[in-house]
């Protein structure tokens, strides 16, 4: 299976902040990649595809890059509504795999 | 607008089967060539992908699942399920349905189903 590792694991930011957070493949997916943002009680949301394709209907403050094993999502400027939980997930192969996760507090 | 729909028992007990049943509106799940998913979060915990069912009826299950898992289709109801025998504590989780967008990647998820497994 290949392993998605998040880092950080949380995060504190203010509104207005610009947060980055990377993760890491154990071994090369090429784009194959998405970041999800999840709250409390809800399904996770997909923000980015393919590495750094943006989802219809997402602000684009949101950004993601990297290809191979490595990959950063980043938030241009936080606003109160992006505090949440934020994961990766492999498409690359079988099984799919996701990252740990990010959560985002407010500092 | 594709919706999803997660129902099912939300306590099982242990040893015994979790069924769940996902029904979907706003398309059909045996044509467009999208892959149906079961996914599941542990309380507070990341997330597992369960496996698929292609719209041409073909699964796909994550080998540590395998043996434990059946993902069928009922096209008439336009739904899909999810039967994990054997069930633990371990088991206990919430489970959600989910299409891809192109690529596997979950683009529409249900609601998610708390299942709970105790005596």
Redesign the interface.
């Known amino acids: 299976d290949i392993q998605m590792t998040q880092s950080p694991s949380s995060v504190s930011a203010s509104v207005g902040d610009r947060v980055t957070i990377t993760c890491r493949a154990s071994q090369g997916i090429s784009n194959w990649l998405a970041w999800y943002q999840q709250k409390p009680g809800k399904a996770p949301k997909l923000l980015i595809y393919a590495a750094s394709s943006l989802q219809s209907g997402v602000p684009s403050r949101f950004s993601g890059s990297g290809s191979g094993t490595d990959f950063t999502l980043t938030i241009s400027s936080l606003q109160p509504e992006d505090f949440a939980t934020y994961f990766c997930l492999q498409a690359n192969s079988f099984p799919l795999t996701f990252g740990g996760g990010t959560k985002v507090e407010i500092k | 607008q594709v919706q999803l729909q997660e129902s099912g028992p939300g306590l099982v007990k242990p040893s015994q089967t979790l069924s769940l049943t996902c029904t979907v509106s706003g398309g059909s799940i045996s044509s467009g060539g999208y892959y149906w998913s079961w996914i599941r979060q542990h309380p507070g915990k990341?997330?597992?992908?369960i496996g698929y069912i292609y719209y041409t009826g073909s699964t796909?299950y994550?080998?540590?699942l395998k043996s434990r898992v059946i993902i069928s289709a009922d096209t008439s109801k336009n739904q899909f399920s999810l039967e994990l025998t054997s069930v633990t504590a371990a088991d206990t989780a919430v489970y959600?349905c989910?299409r891809d967008?192109g690529?596997?990647?979950?683009?529409y998820?249900?609601?998610?189903a708390l299942v709970t497994v105790s005596t």
């Open positions: 990341g997330l597992e992908w796909y994550s080998p540590s959600y989910a967008h690529g596997h990647y979950f683009a998820w249900g609601q998610g």
